[in-house]
């Protein structure tokens, strides 16, 4: 936890740096949420197949989903989204031609069905 999911479009494959925002923005998280790095978890995935607005090829997006135990008060989640939104903002470069919108959802896991197990194998 926290578990981060991105979504962008195969349009933004050169311009979005993922890597370094995943490793950007983990601290960011960390921080916010009063959570360890340790513990943040980035997936991306590459949208090919999507219609955005009125199906012009110029539009393009990234979605980022961000789930966080629950407990956290709403300008907590509120501070988080906009946080994301300037590192993803930070991590894009400029597509000619492209307009892009990212959004990002914060979520709750819950606290009373959450599992987590994790096994450290020596090298």
């Known amino acids: ?9 195969d349009t933004l494959t050169d311009a ?9 923005l983990h601290p960011v998280v960390a921080k916010t949420v009063d959570t360890q790095v340790a513990g943040c978890k980035t997936r991306f995935r590459r949208v090919e197949d999507a219609v955005l607005a009125d199906g ?13 135990l629950s407990g956290r008060d ?16 930070a991590h894009l470069a400029p597509v000619p031609g492209l307009t ?7 979520t ?3 606290r009373a069905w959450y599992a987590k197990d994790e096994q450290v194998f020596p090298a």
């Open 1 to 9: 936890m926290p578990h981060i999911v991105v979504e962008y479009s």
């Open 16 to 24: 979005f740096d993922r890597r370094a925002f995943g490793l950007a």
């Open 56 to 68: 012009a090829p110029h539009h393009a997006m990234i979605h980022i989903e961000v789930a966080i």
């Open 74 to 89: 709403a300008e907590t989640k509120r501070e988080l989204s906009g946080a994301v939104l300037e590192v993803a903002r």
């Open 100 to 106: 892009v919108q990212t959004t990002v959802n914060v």
């Open 108 to 110: 709750d896991l819950d």
